[in-house]
């Protein structure tokens, strides 16, 4: 009875192997489930930039707002005709003698 009980339970155990550290275990799916999550968030963001590009591109070949609103930011031109003013900041203004030390009162 002994024998059969210590025979039953390695058994058990030589089937359980593969279900807990095996090829397919557990761990390895939870591993595998860990990096599909970070490639669909990889994959999201990819998606929103392409999104982004394709609208880009779409603007770029409907008309010519686009184009001249990156020329204007990007390059700095400006339109036959127009005044470019620059608006500089005035520099700080440099400080004069510090004040004098507060009297003391006897």
Not at 15 to 23: A, D, F, H, I, S
Not at 35 to 47: D, Y
Not at 82 to 98: G, R
């Amino acid at each position: 009875m002994r024998w059969l009980t210590l025979l039953l339970v390695l058994l058990i155990a030589a089937l359980q192997y593969p279900l807990w550290l095996g090829k397919g275990s557990w761990l390895k799916v939870w591993e595998i489930d860990q990096k599909i999550s970070v490639r669909k968030k990889l994959n999201q963001a990819l998606v929103e930039r392409n999104a982004s590009l394709a609208a880009e591109v779409r603007d770029l070949k409907q008309g010519y707002a686009a184009i001249e609103e990156r020329a204007r930011s990007e390059l700095g031109m400006i339109k036959r005709g127009e005044v470019f003013y620059q608006v500089l900041k005035a520099p700080p203004a440099k400080p004069s003698a510090p004040p004098p030390p507060p009297k003391r009162r006897p």
